[in-house]
């Protein structure tokens, strides 16, 4: 599986943006997907996760309320929808698929990653 990650820019706090995670090969449809983001200087850090089919998610306690994770299995997408941005959601985002279908929050279960999107949020 090869992850295409895309969507970010730069935002003003209190915008929006919906970053795609664009997925090749078959077995996409049976994997969790996850977002991860990481600053400048900081671990990479759990954002949103989603089963295999998008029945289950949760989020981080820092976004609940304000980013949707989703999916599109026939497209082979997935979808991190980010509203009420703050400058501190600043990071680069990273999709990631892992080798099972269930909600997970450890990157260790993650077994695919894509290249990961700038997001910059100004204050």
């Known amino acids: 599986v090869q992850l295409q990650a895309s969507g970010g820019g730069l935002v003003q706090a209190g915008g929006s943006l919906r970053l795609s995670c664009a997925a090749s090969?078959?077995?996409?449809?049976?994997?969790?997907v996850g977002w991860f983001r990481q600053a400048p200087g900081k671990e990479r850090e759990f954002v949103a996760t989603i089963s295999w089919s998008g029945s289950s998610t949760d989020y981080a306690d820092s976004v609940k309320g304000r980013f949707t994770i989703s999916r599109d299995n026939a497209k082979n997408t997935a979808y991190l929808q980010m509203n009420s941005l703050k400058p501190e959601d600043t990071a680069v985002y990273y999709c990631?698929?892992?080798?099972?279908?269930?909600?997970?929050?450890?990157?260790?279960?993650?077994?695919?990653w894509g290249q990961g999107t700038q997001v910059t949020v100004s204050s």
């Open positions: 990631a698929a892992g080798r099972y279908g269930i909600i997970s929050y450890d990157t260790g279960s993650y077994d695919y």
């Open positions: 090969g078959r077995t996409f449809g049976s994997r969790v």
